[in-house]
């Protein structure tokens, strides 16, 4: 059960888009389509932006977005704004019922 | 209002266990998977483990197998972790998170629980 690949960090202008990699393998993120992705700001509790690969849950803004191919997932910010500077996680389902993070990206806004 | 409270920090000695609560109101929590994160100083978030909806079936990160114990009681709609054999890399944030069957993501979360090992 190893950690999920992400980038360290990420940095983007305001009104860009980015995106964040998340890389697994055949047995958790190529192998079902429960990738979830979470921000989390300094001090604060995860807030899930993404489930289920391409979910918003309601109340999300529409400038996240997710996908994945093969074993690789990707959340995807347009419109970039100075809110958006957080961490962000991917987690996904691994089998057996348990689950893996990502190491985490750090969003920086310039 | 859908909330999760957590108990307080807790400092312990390596060697040691530590148990932290988790209670769930404002819905019918023994409906839902319970999920522990954590979170060490500076650091990544890590599942650690789950427990089903009854309370009669938990699964671990592999990390953690045979140091933790996930329980679950539903009269008081409460969940537990505990930790044994504590050491300084185990100091962190505790999270519990809520899923609902079948959705594979978490939400809720609890407002962390610091757990420091220290001598």
């Known amino acids: 059960q190893s950690a999920l690949t992400q980038p360290a960090s990420v940095s983007g202008s305001p009104g860009q888009s980015i995106t964040i990699s998340c890389t697994g393998t055949?047995?958790?993120?190529?192998?079902?389509?429960?990738v979830s992705w979470y921000q989390q700001h300094p001090g604060k509790v995860p807030k899930v932006m993404i489930y289920?690969?391409?979910n918003r849950p309601s109340g999300v803004s529409d400038r996240f977005s997710g996908s994945k191919s093969g074993n690789t997932a990707s959340l995807t910010i347009s419109g970039l704004q100075a809110e958006d500077e957080a961490d962000y996680y991917c987690t996904s389902y691994a089998g057996g019922s348990t689950y893996v993070f990502g190491t985490g990206t750090k969003i920086t806004v310039i | 209002q859908v909330q999760l409270v957590q108990s307080g920090a807790e400092v312990k000695k390596p060697g040691a266990s530590v148990k932290v609560s988790c209670k769930a109101s404002g819905y019918t929590s023994s409906n839902y998977y319970m999920h522990w994160v954590r979170q060490a100083p500076g650091q990544g978030l890590e599942w650690m483990g789950v427990i089903d909806p009854s309370g009669t079936a938990s699964h671990y990160a592999q990390k953690f197998q045979g140091r933790i114990t996930v329980t679950r009681d539903t009269s008081t709609s409460t969940v537990y972790v505990e930790l044994s054999s504590l050491r300084s890399e185990d100091t962190a944030m505790f999270y519990c998170a809520s899923e609902e069957p079948g959705t594979a993501w978490f939400d809720p979360w609890g407002q962390g629980t610091l757990v420091t090992v220290s001598s």
């Open positions: 055949s047995s958790d993120v190529g192998a079902y389509n429960y």
């Open positions: 289920a690969v391409s």
